[in-house]
């Protein structure tokens, strides 16, 4: 989607969605195509209670996430499902810049407890650098071979705010949710 020049491109303002996304004109998709669909809304409900009133500078929360909502468990298999199946369908994921599949899915509201959720998938790949202002927590899927997230297997994973990297993921693929405090992240030009 990169390569197309901007007078191919319009863009289509969706209602709770991170923002407009740009869609080739002769695209036959509607907009609503590009939504997240309530199944995968219906399954982050109990990740947004569990995240209320978080505090990322806790260096405690990942250890506890991982404990009260692992992997394993019912809430996490559910989003997972969900996740990977509005990527097959294209809602989710379907933006791509430097071998990084991405969206945002989720804007902040009361009803995602003040998070926006952004959506990627990486595979041996490293992202732009940037710095989690308020923090960024993080629920990483393994998708194939063994990914680790900076270093980090499957699971929660959470850097403070102020913390600043460029986003890592080697030895296969991972499908990566940020949940960010306000939606707030400043990316860098270098």
């Known amino acids: 989607m990169d390569s197309w020049p901007d007078s191919a491109l319009a863009d289509v303002v969706l209602p709770n969605t991170w923002e407009a996304p740009r869609v080739p004109r002769y695209d036959t998709r509607s907009p609503e195509d590009f939504m997240a669909g309530e199944n995968l809304i219906t399954a982050?409900?109990?990740?947004?209670?569990?995240l209320e009133?978080?505090?990322p500078s806790d260096p405690a929360l990942a250890d506890r996430l991982?404990?009260?909502l692992p992997l394993?468990?019912?809430v996490c298999a559910a989003v997972r499902a969900a996740a990977e199946a509005e990527v097959a369908a294209g809602r989710l994921c379907h933006r791509e810049?430097?071998?990084i599949a991405f969206s945002r899915p989720v804007k902040p509201s009361a009803d995602s407890a003040g998070f926006s959720v952004d959506a990627v998938v990486m595979e041996d790949v490293v992202g732009p650098r940037h710095t989690h202002t308020?923090?960024?927590i993080n629920l990483c899927f393994a998708q194939s071979g063994e990914p680790r997230f900076d270093g980090h297997a499957a699971g929660w994973v959470v850097f403070p705010p102020g913390s600043t990297h460029r986003p890592r993921v080697d030895g296969g693929?991972?499908?990566?949710l940020y949940f960010l405090p306000d939606g707030a992240?400043?990316?860098h030009r270098d």
């Open 44 to 50: 982050l409900a109990p990740v947004f209670a569990a």
């Open 53 to 55: 009133g978080a505090d």
């Open 66 to 68: 991982n404990e009260v």
């Open 72 to 74: 394993s468990g019912d």
């Open 97 to 99: 810049a430097g071998g």
């Open 134 to 136: 308020s923090g960024e």
């Open 173 to 176: 693929r991972m499908l990566i």
């Open 185 to 187: 992240v400043e990316f």
